[in-house]
């Protein structure tokens, strides 16, 4: 039976707009709510243009058309500092894709295709408006942990481990169709600019919702560093992708991220300022994301044994 619940969709206009303070306080009440129930939202009217959206998503369909032999050679330099650039899933994976990464332009990048030669271009140019989305969001959810607007800026003003993927999943097949398995976020919060194909799924207690793809809309996720420093009052939500039949499916991912050295525990005004236990120990946000890299490049033989925040629960 098809679940005809859905995550709602906000309107973040108010913020954009002066002497808006009462809306503005609406907004951030929405959020709230959909951070604790869903863990999932989608956003109209946030500020990035419709045309770099459009034109980022064309770029997508132009690159992953090329040939293999012409997209390989923007694959990553093996010395590297950072591993940006064209990535093919191996063929044993279970998820099946090819990636495009990006990381900001204050960490520096390693690889830009010239093919098509505006690449570069829009590419920067929609992850500078996403980053500006970003630090409205940051304020937000700030907000919505009742710490005021400028917390997670002050907690991590770093940006240069955020970084932006250009996805682009392969049509289904009769035997499969999973373009990436069930998982959880392990940044802050995420941004997913979709095409028209569909195929996100966000996993609800009473089954999977579909993320319907619309014009002009952006999705946003809270991801599991949030869940953490709120002590599980905000929701980092499993999710999924579906491939869809006879087409491929385009999209980018923005992740706003914590910096690897940043240490991720319960905050005080959520655990022993309220009384409550903490419900995670404390970590290194690099250890984190090493454990779960290793869950791809070293995959366990039982899926339940991947790593996952669940890892570091009390």
Not at 76 to 102: C, I, R, T
Request: proline content about 7%.
């Amino acid at each position: 039976m098809e679940n005809t619940m859905k995550i709602p969709t906000i309107d973040l206009s108010p913020f954009f707009k002066e002497n808006e303070e009462k809306s503005q306080k609406e907004v951030i009440n929405k959020i709230k709510e959909a951070c604790s129930k869903y863990g999932f939202f989608q956003v109209e009217n946030h500020g990035v243009p419709n045309k770099i959206m459009n034109e980022a998503l064309e770029l997508s369909r132009r690159f992953f058309s090329n040939t293999e032999d012409e997209k390989l050679k923007f694959s990553p330099a093996h010395d590297a500092p950072l591993p940006a650039g064209y990535f093919k899933q191996p063929a044993h994976s279970e998820d099946k894709n090819e990636f495009v990464l990006m990381f900001t332009p204050a960490a520096g990048f390693n690889v830009y295709p010239t093919n098509p030669p505006e690449f570069k271009e829009i590419f920067e140019g929609i992850f500078s408006e996403f980053a500006k989305l970003a630090s409205l969001m940051e304020r937000i959810i700030s907000e919505c942990m009742g710490l005021g607007p400028n917390f997670l800026k002050d907690f991590n003003s770093d940006r240069n481990a955020d970084f932006m993927v250009g996805l682009n999943y392969f049509p289904a097949t009769e035997e499969e169709n999973t373009g990436i398995r069930e998982h959880e976020d392990g940044n802050c919060f995420t941004f997913v600019l979709q095409d028209d194909s569909g195929g996100l799924e966000v996993k609800a207690k009473d089954g999977w919702i579909p993320v319907t793809p619309a014009p002009e809309k952006l999705v946003v996720n809270v991801g599991d560093v949030i869940q953490v420093l709120s002590n599980n009052k905000l929701k980092s939500a499993t999710h999924r992708i579906f491939r869809p039949k006879g087409k491929n499916r385009y999209s980018y991912v923005f992740f706003h991220n914590m910096k690897g050295d940043k240490w991720i525990e319960p905050l005080p005004e959520f655990t022993k300022d309220i009384g409550e236990a903490p419900q995670y120990k404390g970590f290194f946000q690099k250890d984190y994301q090493a454990l779960r890299l290793r869950n791809k490049t070293h995959p366990p033989e039982n899926p339940e044994d991947e790593i996952r925040i669940t890892h570091y629960a009390i």
